[in-house]
């Protein structure tokens, strides 16, 4: 390039972009997000279910969203419920095994909102019906 050279980067740079409009991936990462139940506070927020107040353990997932999890707690994949299995990778960020099967011996980690006393309230009262 020359020194008289006026066209711009190839690539705009971040701050290029108008906070308004979306990447293209974005909605789907969203979308994702919702389907899998990768709905916790982001940090500095505390790792807290907004549902029932419990401390959990908050992994980041590939897309930008965090999962609240059961702390502490590893199970047998098959036991958990499909599309409930997380797993983590050696750098700390998790994904969700969705309905594939369980590679044998495998472990996963149990997402809260399995165990969120809240929730299972919830399902309890929409079981009995209305009132
Ligand atoms: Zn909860």
Redesign the pocket.
Known sequence: MGEHDTAGPLVPERSARRPSVQAPWEACDRDQARDEGADAPAPPAPPV??????R?ERRPTYYGAYV?LEPDIRRPAHEVPVGHRWYEDSDGRVWNGNRAEPAPGAHCLVP??V?????VLLAHRAEAGPD
């Open positions: 279910c907004p549902r029932c107040g419990r959990c609240l809260h909102r165990a969120c006393p809240a929730l």
